[in-house]
């Protein structure tokens, strides 16, 4: 299993995902019953008697988005896509207080332009992925989730909150000093609206789960023990519905945003690069990271 995913990160860095579309069924293991799989940053678990795996980000010590994560991740989603009797997957954390910090900021900054070139098209392939999956894909979201970790709950069908006001959501980049691209704009627009997408991306705003729900960011708040369990509820609604008429239905409403990335992804990862290479805002990730190390102090 360890080489199998040595080998298909490999492909995956190369390119291969993207040449070939999919990962080919000779280079993974399928599930078919109950199935754990652990990678280093992942574990899934399946049930073959519900058809839902529950994949559990356990990357500490916030679950950030780097290369190697993202590569584990795409590839784990992958194996379940390719399983017939995997329906639905519950995005969660093992981490205390965090589902995801986004992006790994330190993959952004002091690193040539062919790794952000490979990192910038990871994290459009993970997007990619998790927002066109047939899967049903619901958010069990204990813990905060800032930019990246925002956007990874918004691809999914629904979005399960912690009601604990220490924890938050939101695409906050431009409090880093850097600007969301368009497809994360995209997300977050056909989520909330136009309006309330433009205050939160100007603002950076950071919603409490509170806050959240009354703009529609999370679909449904839960006691913090309850999350997982209130995802698993939701998930058996979605999946009383036949797959293809529903699957039909996602497609057909996420086509036009997925289209636009797929359309314009060499000339999005050039951009990328050339935004994150210049000085000023290699200053401003700098700063950014120090001042997370600081609050610790
Ligand atoms: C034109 C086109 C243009 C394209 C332009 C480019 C577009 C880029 C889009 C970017 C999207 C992103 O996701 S950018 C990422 C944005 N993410 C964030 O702002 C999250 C920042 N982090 C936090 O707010 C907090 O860490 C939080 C997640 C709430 C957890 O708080 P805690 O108190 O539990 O933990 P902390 O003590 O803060 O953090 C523990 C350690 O993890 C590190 N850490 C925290 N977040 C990290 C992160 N995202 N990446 C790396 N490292 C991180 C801290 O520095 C600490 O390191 P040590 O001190 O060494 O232990």
Redesign the pocket.
């Known amino acids: 299993m360890a080489a199998l995913l040595k080998r298909s990160a490999s492909l995956l860095r190369a390119g291969a995902l993207q040449k070939h579309g999919v990962l080919t069924k000779q280079a993974l293991c399928l599930f078919s019953t109950n199935m754990r799989m652990f990678t280093n940053k992942i574990s899934v678990e399946m049930d073959g008697t519900t058809g839902v795996a529950v994949l559990t980000m356990k990357s500490p010590?916030?679950n950030?988005?780097s290369l190697d994560f993202l590569t584990e991740f795409t590839i784990s989603l992958e194996k379940l896509e390719m399983d017939k009797a995997c329906r639905g997957v519950i995005l969660t954390s093992a981490l205390p207080?965090?589902f995801s910090?986004?992006?790994?900021?330190?993959e952004?900054c002091g690193k040539s332009a062919e790794h952000y070139a490979a990192f910038w098209r990871a994290v459009q392939e993970f997007w990619l992925k998790l927002y066109t999956s047939n899967m049903v894909t619901v958010a069990a979201i204990n813990g905060?989730c800032?930019?990246?970790?925002c956007?990874m709950a918004l691809v999914c069908d629904y979005r399960v909150m912690a009601d604990d006001p220490k924890f938050?959501i939101g695409l906050?980049?431009t409090?880093?000093g850097?600007?969301?691209?368009f497809w994360?704009k995209d997300t977050m627009t056909n989520t909330i609206g136009n309006r309330e997408t433009e205050k939160a991306l100007q603002l950076g705003y950071m919603y409490s789960p509170a806050d959240a729900l009354k703009v529609g960011l999370v679909d449904q708040l839960a006691s913090a023990d309850k999350v997982e369990t209130v995802a698993s509820t939701v998930m058996s609604e979605w999946l009383a519905i036949p797959d293809h008429a529903r699957h039909l239905t996602k497609s057909m409403m996420r086509k036009p945003t997925r289209d636009r990335l797929v359309t314009h992804r060499d000339a999005?990862i050039t951009?990328?690069v050339?935004?994150?290479t210049k000085d000023s805002i290699q200053k401003s990730l700098q700063m950014?990271?120090e001042s997370?190390?600081q609050?610790?102090r």
């Open positions: 010590p916030v950030s988005l207080r965090v910090a986004g992006l790994d900021i330190t952004m905060s800032p930019a990246g970790g956007l938050s906050n980049e409090k880093l850097i600007v969301a691209p994360f999005d951009s990328f050339n935004f994150v950014y990271l997370l190390k609050r610790k």
